[in-house]
Nanobody
Framework: QVQLVETGGGLVQAGDSLRLSCAAS????????VGWFRQAPGKEREFVAA???????YHADSVKGRFTISRDNAKNAAYLQMNSLITADTAVYYCAASQTAYGLTFDIEYTYWGQGTQVTVSS
C-alpha cells in the first residue's frame, strides 16, 4: 500500500510560480512511477505530467515549457514546478503512483492517489 500527500497549492496571480510536492509512504518509492493530474470545476480529470521509475518524463502539451516534474527517491517525494501560471491552470492537482512505466498519461494506469491540493490562479 502507498499513501500520497500533496502540498504546496494555494492562491496566486497569473505569471506566478508554485511548487507542488507529493510525499509518499509505504512500498518502495523508487519502483513506482509518479504522475500529476488535475481537475477543474465542471471538467474531467486531465493528465499534467509524469515521471517513470527510470526518470523518463512526460508533460502535457498545455504545460510544456512551464511545468517540470521531478522526483527525489531519497526523500520519497515527487515535485511539480509550475511557472508562468495562467488562469486555465486553476484546478485541484492530484499526485498518483503507478506500478508500471508505460501508459503514464492515462489515469487508469495509476493505483494510488492522493487527496489533492487546490491551485487557484487569479488574473
Amino acid at each position: 500500500q502507498v499513501q500520497l500527500v500533496e502540498t504546496g497549492g494555494g492562491l496566486v496571480q497569473a505569471g506566478d510560480s508554485l511548487r507542488l510536492s507529493c510525499a509518499a509512504s509505504g512500498r518502495n518509492f523508487r519502483q513506482l512511477s509518479v504522475g500529476w493530474f488535475r481537475q477543474a470545476p465542471g471538467k474531467e480529470r486531465e493528465f499534467v505530467a509524469a515521471i517513470s521509475n527510470m526518470e523518463r518524463t512526460y508533460h502535457a502539451d498545455s504545460v510544456k515549457g512551464r511545468f517540470t516534474i521531478s522526483r527525489d527517491n531519497a526523500k520519497n517525494a515527487a515535485y511539480l514546478q509550475m511557472n508562468s501560471l495562467i488562469t486555465a491552470d486553476t484546478a485541484v492537482y492530484y499526485c498518483a503512483a503507478s506500478q508500471t512505466a508505460y501508459g503514464l498519461t492515462f489515469d487508469i494506469e495509476y493505483t494510488y492517489w492522493g487527496q489533492g491540493t487546490q491551485v487557484t490562479v487569479s488574473s
